[in-house]
């Protein structure tokens, strides 16, 4: 019993003895006296080791990222230049649609004068048929005396307007007969002007139709 009990206490010493050592050592390896990892291989913190495989992982992963981010880039690019262009061709279609409003103003206004002279000239030629018919049922020097009061042309026309009539009722103008009643020199300028109205409007196969003018104001009906 007394060998085991000294048997006991060596193993408790040795085992005190090495603890106290693992103690000292780690204060020695604390204050940076010495230290542990150099002299004892399973303390040392080694670096783990890439393989070949994983470089050439990595580097595939950067290269497609790379790739990648160019291809956002050259998006990018594109998007911009859609926009630039876009931008122009909205220019160009606010300027055309400028013109088309100016052009649709000018073909109106246009329209609108063509309709007035339109229905100036129906209103003239209502007056000047009115007028014609009114001189035919009047005494000759009632209606010269009316005629004094015209212009050359409101006589020119309201004459014309008499020898049509007659003519499609088949009978004599009293045309000439008012001609002669009125001043020499005015009835020379009024037959005049009856024979270039009348050549005006021939057709002319040479050159085309006369040009439309704006017609001229109706005569002023008598009273």
């Known amino acids: 019993m007394s060998r085991l009990s000294e ?9 005190v003895i090495l603890f106290s050592m693992g103690v000292f ?42 790739k ?3 291809r956002l880039q050259e998006l990018e690019l594109k998007l911009k230049e859609a926009e630039a262009k876009l931008g ?20 109106a206004e246009e329209r609108k ?8 000239a129906f209103q003239r030629q209502k007056t000047v048929k009115e007028m014609s018919g009114r001189l035919l049922n009047m005494p000759p020097d009632d209606a010269v005396a009316i005629c004094a009061n015209w212009s050359n042309a409101d006589v020119v026309d309201v004459f ?14 009293i045309v000439p007969f008012l001609l002669t009643k009125l001043p020499r020199e005015r009835a020379g300028v009024i037959t005049t002007l009856m024979m270039d109205e009348r050549a005006r409007m ?17 005569p002023t009906p008598a009273p």
């Open 113 to 120: 004068k063509l309709e007035e002279q339109k229905q100036a």
């Open 202 to 218: 021939l057709p002319d196969t040479t050159d085309g139709p006369a040009p439309e003018s704006a017609p001229s104001p109706a």
């Open 88 to 107: 122009e061709q909205t220019g160009n279609v606010q300027k055309q649609q400028e013109e088309i409003e100016l052009m649709r103003k000018g073909l």
């Open 160 to 173: 014309l307007q008499m020898e049509r009539d007659a003519e499609a009722e088949g009978r004599q103008s």
């Open 25 to 66: 050592a780690y204060l020695l390896d604390t204050w940076h006296i010495i230290k542990l990892k150099d002299h004892i291989p399973f303390l040392k913190h080694e670096p783990p080791v890439v393989g070949e495989e994983t470089d050439d992982a990595s580097l595939r992963k950067e290269e497609q990222l790379q």
């Open 7 to 15: 048997k006991i206490k060596i193993v408790y010493l040795t085992l």
């Open 68 to 70: 990648e981010e160019q």
